[in-house]
């Protein structure tokens, strides 16, 4: 429900930073609901009422946002007290530099939450969601590996480049990349990360989010072309709204297919 990031993307209205739903089976998860996911909600049909589960990476304001007011809709403002949510550390408890994103209140409203950090693994119903190392200036930033039965879905986060990041990424049938800046950063991936990403991990199909403005002036669908020619890998850049069955792209024989995850 929101493709873009910092303020000259998403404070001029360009594009929001609403997060992903992702649907599977009776099971409605919330990746990172930045600014904007309570509208875009509203503007795209999902009812936050079905949501299962919130995940959110890391305490940024464009993962952040909104996760109080999604935790508030979700339970009916406690009355109907339910959801879980899965979050870091610094989202959870903050730090010396971070106030933490939900507040007391919130947190009673659920009907659970679950602090994680690298490397553990919950269990929601039939899926299984793995917390995978991502580095970035939240020093507790994560990633997201989810299994299903019928697919494996990854969410990068936000964080940097390196080998060992990349091999967590591997056995995905969908990789879901943030990728703000064209050239390299500090605390960031590029799009000449996503394209060394994109081909050792050779996923099924690969999405690119979470466009800061240098990506959006050089207009992401043009960057992806490119991206999927050096890859051989089928490459999409999202857009706020896009709803996607990878069932529908084409695949190996066997391909399970994914009910729906909207950007």
Do not use: W
Not at 18 to 41: C, E, F, R, W, Y
Not at 44 to 61: K, P
Not at 109 to 126: P, S, Y
Not at 171 to 193: F, Q, R, W, Y
Request: charged share 20%.
């Amino acid at each position: 429900m929101g493709t873009g990031t910092g303020p000259a993307v998403v404070g001029k209205g360009i594009r929001s930073s609403g997060g992903i739903i992702l649907k599977s089976g009776d099971n409605q998860l919330h990746i990172d609901p930045g600014v904007g996911a309570m509208t875009k909600a509203a503007e795209y049909g999902v009812n936050i009422r079905e949501h299962t589960a919130l995940l959110i990476s890391h305490a940024h304001l464009h993962h952040t946002n909104d996760a109080n007011a999604i935790i508030d809709t979700m339970s009916y403002s406690g009355l109907d007290k339910k959801g879980v949510l899965i979050a870091n550390k610094t989202v959870i408890n903050g730090t010396d530099n971070y106030e933490p994103s939900i507040s007391q209140y919130h947190k009673s409203l659920l009907e659970r939450f679950i602090v994680v950090d690298r490397d553990q693994r919950i269990g929601i119903n039939d899926i299984e969601i793995h917390a995978i190392t991502a580095r970035h200036s939240d020093p507790n930033s994560l990633g997201f590996k989810v299994f299903t039965p019928d697919f494996t879905l990854t969410y990068s986060g936000d964080t940097v480049y390196s080998a060992d990041i990349v091999e967590q990424y591997k056995g995905s049938h969908i990789l879901i990349l943030n990728v703000p800046s064209m050239k390299k950063t500090e605390s960031n991936l590029c799009i000449a990360d996503a394209v060394k990403i994109i081909d050792k991990v050779k996923p099924r199909l690969a999405v690119l989010t979470h466009f800061g403005y240098d990506m959006i002036k050089a207009d992401p669908l043009y960057e992806i072309r490119d991206v999927q020619k050096q890859t051989q890998v089928q490459t999409l850049a999202a857009k706020d709204g896009m709803v996607l069955n990878p069932g529908s792209y084409s695949a190996s024989s066997g391909q399970k297919t994914l009910q729906g995850f909207k950007q």
